[in-house]
């Protein structure tokens, strides 16, 4: 069974370019996650979508940030403009819908912002 | 915010050894999960334990929660320099049907030598 594929692995730009992240979920799994990492830090949620619906998006700062998961399949999370302090691991999850249930997470995006 | 906090922030043991690792959270929760990060890497899920049980068993892991003192441990016995990776405790604290989010602690660095 393949896993949950993100790409690109490594980005790097300068602060004030936009860039954007792709996730494919694990095939079946209805429900996807977009989570920050930080150096040092527990993965922190930035949004989830139940299908195609963004149904927690409390965390997303969205001056700058906004994702989108047409047909409820894959996702892309973007950040226009990028700052320094975005700089961090970009990590896509999927799990069946509802609690109770593992989260299983791709290898992350590194985004390094200069 | 991070609800969850392990202890200790880093662990060194030797091959054979038992390691044992702590998580602590503020709030009422539906479940704990335990999920390991090898360096560079995606989460993988270990176990999860609901708030209804004490104890839970998977292959050389054993959680045990105690919702009274809102701590839970992880013990991995006769560890292997393959277990070196960040060991976090993720909690749900939702309200229930669609209202649940995992909170990931800061995570223990857990280091096996061989």
């Known amino acids: 069974e393949a896993g949950v594929v993100q790409s690109p692995r490594y980005k790097i730009i300068e602060k004030k370019q936009p860039v954007a992240f792709w996730c494919n979920p694990i095939?079946?799994?209805?429900?996807l996650y977009w989570y920050r990492q930080n150096l040092g830090q527990g993965p922190e949620l930035l949004i989830r979508?139940?299908?195609?619906?963004?149904?927690?998006d409390s965390q997303l700062p969205k001056d700058r940030f906004s994702a989108e998961r047409l047909k409820g399949v894959d996702s892309t999370l973007k950040i226009q403009p990028a700052e320094l302090g975005d700089s961090a691991v970009y990590l896509c999850?999927?799990?069946?819908?509802?609690?109770?249930?593992?989260?299983?997470f791709g290898p992350g995006t590194r985004l390094t912002v200069l | 915010s991070q609800q969850g906090e392990e202890d200790p922030q880093a662990l060194s043991i030797q091959e054979g050894e038992n390691a044992t690792m702590n998580c602590s959270y503020k709030?009422?929760?539906?479940?704990l999960q335990w999920y390991r990060q090898n360096s560079g890497r995606g989460l993988v899920h270990l176990i999860l334990?609901?708030?209804?049980?004490r104890e839970k068993h998977s292959g050389r892991l054993r959680v045990t929660l105690d919702t009274s003192k809102k701590s839970s441990s992880l013990l991995i016995t006769a560890s292997r320099a393959a277990d070196t990776a960040s060991y976090f405790c993720?909690?749900?604290?939702?309200?229930?049907?669609?209202?649940?989010?995992?909170?990931f602690g800061k995570g223990t660095l857990l280091t096996v030598n061989p």
């Open positions: 979508y139940e299908n195609e619906e963004a149904v927690d």
């Open positions: 709030t009422s929760i539906n479940n």
């Open positions: 334990i609901r708030s209804n049980e």
């Open positions: 095939s079946g799994h209805n429900t």
């Open positions: 993720a909690t749900d604290a939702g309200s229930g049907g669609s209202n649940y989010k995992l909170t």
């Open positions: 999850a999927s799990s069946f819908w509802g609690r109770d249930n593992e989260q299983f």
